[in-house]
């Protein structure tokens, strides 16, 4: 990968009309998290639960452009590992782009954001009216790569494979990135546009190389039907299941799927604006019993059929008499479907949370965000014992 950036910024740099283009942000957070705090549940390590300040994400984004239709786009980030240290070094972004002269469409190769819904759009901090994320992109449920579908899995049941106690997996990947190729089309520009790609594996993948090769593809329609209106639909499905010590047992990992699809919208007008996303994941998922260390099931391994829906509702108001100021609220759900075979049991347990966050753009390179949220888990002994603070100071350049 360093050989290929350096033989296309090679390319770039000989070439007289070359334009880079760069900038930096820094986060740098204090924090708080309720006793019962969990980086899997609410991105607080549950090793730092009290008050914590220091420097949380730095990122370092860089676009070079020969000419008006290529592009090479990068992002550099070093973050906390799992809300701990700040040690995590990473390229979530690496991709060439070429647009028509008309702009209508665009083909982007490499690793890119994630087209579903409109959350993956906000990578930045000062994309993002909250601090936190919301539960679909950051709650872990109770399926793992590695070992499919386990009750309980992390809190209660504690299964280590390749030396890592297994947490699950989000809905979808919290990090908002995937690899492969995309087009995009301006089928009526500032009104309607399309986007289609093929990807390496479903949306909730965290890794994006793995064996064996999964393969997927996410489609994402986005219209405007009036200035203060925007409405999205989108699909995704990919294989997700990966190597394991356990996961050879199973005849066949790619058939083990995840499909999303979704709607997400945004009205806005005055100092009003209120969006939000509202999305079913459908899951076929080998089911692991933890006293054998094996599967359960025909010796096919059929998959497991289990089903989530999750929901929020962001309403935000800038405070016209402080310019750069805005308050928002944030109703954010995760429910879970029945196992099968079952019609009371949920196979992970309901989520529901409330933020409130205030922002304020100190000058125009620094943002000031203050968020605070409350988090209840059905039937869990830490229910009501999740709550955070977090304050944000954001220089970007």
Known sequence: ??????????????????????????????????????????????????????????????????????????????????????????????????LSNRRKVGITVGQFVNPFGSFNEKQLSTDRNFVGLPLMYSYYVNISPNIGFLPAMGDVTKVPVDEMVQWGSSGLYYGGYTAGAMLSWNVKPGKVNWKLALVNGASNKIKRFTEPLNLGFISKLKLRPTYYWEQGLSISHGSFMQESEVSDQLESLGKYTQTIIGTDFKLGKGFFEVSGELIGAFYKVPQFNDEVNSFEGDPNNEPLNVSSYSAYLDVKYEIPTIQGSYVAVRFDYLGFGNLEGSNSQNWDNNVTRQSLAIGYHITRNILARIAVSTQQVDDKPWNKKQGTFRFVLTAHY
């Not at 009309?17 to 991105?43: P, R």
Request: charged share 20%.
């Open 1 to 98: 990968m360093i050989v290929a950036c350096a033989i296309l910024f090679s390319i770039f740099h000989i070439h007289a009309q070359t334009i880079f283009q760069y900038n930096i942000l820094a986060d740098v957070e204090l924090s708080k998290g309720g006793e019962k705090s969990h980086f899997y549940y609410n991105e607080i390590d549950q090793d730092n639960i009290d008050w914590r300040l220091g420097m949380s994400q730095l990122n370092v984004l860089g676009k070079l452009s020969p000419n008006n239709n290529l592009s090479f786009n990068f992002r550099l980030t070093l973050e906390r590992e799992n809300g701990q240290k700040l040690k995590k070094l990473s390229t979530p972004q690496l991709n060439l782009q070429w």
